[in-house]
Structures are given as structure tokens and as C-alpha cells.
């Protein structure tokens, strides 16, 4: 599976504010490649922590972009992914209307009557790992089985950070928009517990004008000892 991480940060390097309410960082044109990303994709994949605070139904919005999956075989839009250990999920989220397959990821210990809540509501629960946390390596294994061959990741800062732990990411691309958001508490491209011995090693590939930010786009090579 090829795995890419997608997101737009501040110039500071935040995902929102403080209080992580949805900010507008990129413009048309990063809108639309965004887009483009989405219908290259065979699923897209959030943490539960972005369907609590945004809501997203994560479809691709370009009717052309949609006529030319179902001409090639494919769903009008993408299948949605959601991690979610604890089946937190509401059972009346956008992400679980019938735009598109949506999967649920849950960890053995998440209650049956999540489980059944979720189902109910249309989603697809895959259960991936033995405790409490979704085992991601487990989860993408299982994604793959269902024929999930081009994965992309937007967000959160947490499950960002959970992919590139886990050695799962093959590209990021970052978009970083003219505002400064500020506040220690606000959401990071790469939340997580962090890295200290050794970091995820990135190869800028392309950096080009988009709207009124520019466009990052990596390669990860692997990890690099920090000491380096």
C-alpha cells in the first residue's frame, strides 16, 4: 500500500487555533489540487479527533474528477477511513453518509455496543489490534485486503504522527499558508509523543507557489538519528 499524508499548516506550523476550531489556510487553488489528490486516491483517512471538531464528509467535489472514476471503474468518491479506537464516532456524522464505503477502525477493547451503533449507522467496523489503540500496521494490512491499494491521510496531528511512528508514510505534502496562528495548545502537523533518538528522514522533492503559500512536497527515506 502507498500511504501519503496531505495537510495545510500555518506558517507556524499549525493545523488551527487553540481551541481547534476549522481555520482557512489555503485558497481555490490548493482546494482544487486537494481534490485532485482525493480522486487519485482509493481512500482517504482521518483520526476521530478531526470527525468530532470538523465534521467532514471527505468526497471529491469536482464532478469531472467524479465521472472520470466511474468511467474507469471506480466509486464516484473515494472510500472514507476513520481510526477510532473507542468507536467514538457519532452515528450521525457526515463521514457515514452513503456518498461512499466508510470504515471504521476500532481497537478489540472498543464496547460491542459502539460496535453495533456504528454498524447500524453504515459503517463498515474493522477491528485492528489486541488492546485498547488501533494497531495501524494491522489496520493498513487489512485495508489492503479490501483492495485499498493508495491511501491518503489528512489529519489530524495525532494520527500524522501515529502513521509516521508506525514507518507507514511514503510522501507528504504540506501546504503553508501567510497567517500565524500561534498558541502552544493548538494542533501540530505532527502531534503525537514526539521523536527524540531518532526522526523520520523527509527528500524535498518540489517547493512551488500555490495561492498565497507554498507547497511542500517530501519523500521519506526512512529515519535519521537526531545526532546526525
Known amino acids: 500500500m502507498e500511504v501519503f499524508v496531505n495537510a495545510a499548516v500555518s ?16 485558497g481555490p487553488d490548493d482546494f482544487a489540487r486537494v481534490d485532485r489528490l482525493r480522486a487519485d486516491a482509493d481512500a482517504v483517512l482521518v483520526g476521530v479527533g478531526t470527525v468530532l471538531a470538523d ?19 471506480d466509486p464516484a468518491t473515494p472510500a472514507r477511513v476513520v481510526v477510532d479506537s473507542t468507536g467514538r464516532t457519532p ?22 455496543s459502539r460496535r453495533r451503533a456504528l454498524d447500524r449507522a453504515g459503517a463498515e467496523v474493522v477491528v485492528a ?26 489529519g489530524g496531528g495525532e494520527i500524522i504522527f501515529s502513521c509516521f511512528a508506525a514507518g507507514l508514510v511514503d510522501e507528504l505534502s504540506v501546504y ?15 502531534d503525537g509523543d514526539g521523536f527524540v533518538e531518532s526522526v523520520p528522514d523527509l527528500r524535498l522533492e518540489e517547493v512551488r507557489r500555490v495561492d498565497d503559500g507554498v507547497l511542500l512536497e517530501y519523500g521519506v527515506d526512512g529515519w535519521v538519528e537526531t545526532d546526525r
Open 129 to 154: 489490534g489486541d488492546d485498547d489503540r488501533v494497531a495501524l500496521d494491522d489496520a493498513f494490512s487489512a485495508l489492503s485486503a479490501r483492495g485499498i491499494d493508495r491511501l491518503m491521510v489528512e
Open 91 to 112: 452515528a450521525d456524522a457526515r463521514i457515514l453518509d452513503d456518498a461512499a464505503t466508510t470504515y471504521v477502525v476500532v481497537a478489540s477493547a472498543a464496547p460491542d
Open 176 to 190: 503553508v499558508g501567510s497567517l500565524v496562528l500561534g498558541g502552544r495548545d493548538a494542533p501540530t502537523l505532527v
Open 55 to 73: 465534521d467532514p464528509r471527505l468526497t471529491v467535489d469536482d464532478p469531472s474528477l467524479r465521472a472520470a472514476r466511474t468511467d474507469r471503474g
Open 11 to 26: 506558517a507556524d506550523g499549525k493545523l488551527s487555533t487553540r481551541r481547534r476550531e476549522q481555520v482557512r489556510i489555503s
